[in-house]
């Protein structure tokens, strides 16, 4: 089972990039998946979350009314359209899948993660 994240690169200041991560090995359709960042010298944060059951998407402060998740009809596959980055969204992305019944900070599976570097 693995999650392959793919997408980053090197974009200015307003530009966009989109993220994808493909979940192989099972079905991943009764699991949240979602994005969680690491900018350089910082702790890992969180970015968004997609939920498995009516596929509610939920943001960090930081990125509201820029990120947008989303899932292909397999569920199989989480992307994260980023429009209008900062600087500040300078980070490695690492996408997760979680078991809708984790508890709270408790993650199954992650990617190996996508340098995003924004330009000012």
């Known amino acids: 089972v693995q999650l392959q994240a793919s997408g980053g690169g090197l974009v200015q200041a307003g530009g966009s990039l989109k993220l994808s991560c493909a979940g192989s090995?099972?079905?991943?359709?009764?699991?949240?998946m979602g994005w969680f960042r690491q900018p350089p010298g910082k702790e890992r944060e969180f970015v968004a979350t997609h939920t498995y059951r009516g596929r509610i998407a939920s943001y960090a402060d930081s990125v509201k009314g820029r990120f947008t998740i989303s899932r292909d009809s397999a569920m199989n596959t989480v992307y994260l359209q980023m429009n209008g980055l900062k600087p500040e969204d300078t980070a490695v992305y690492y996408c997760?899948?979680?078991?809708?019944?984790?508890?709270?900070?408790?993650?199954?599976?992650w990617g190996q993660g996508t340098q995003v570097t924004v330009s000012s």
């Open positions: 997760f899948a979680k078991h809708f019944s984790r508890g709270s900070g408790e993650y199954d599976y």
């Open positions: 090995g099972r079905s991943f359709k009764t699991y949240n």
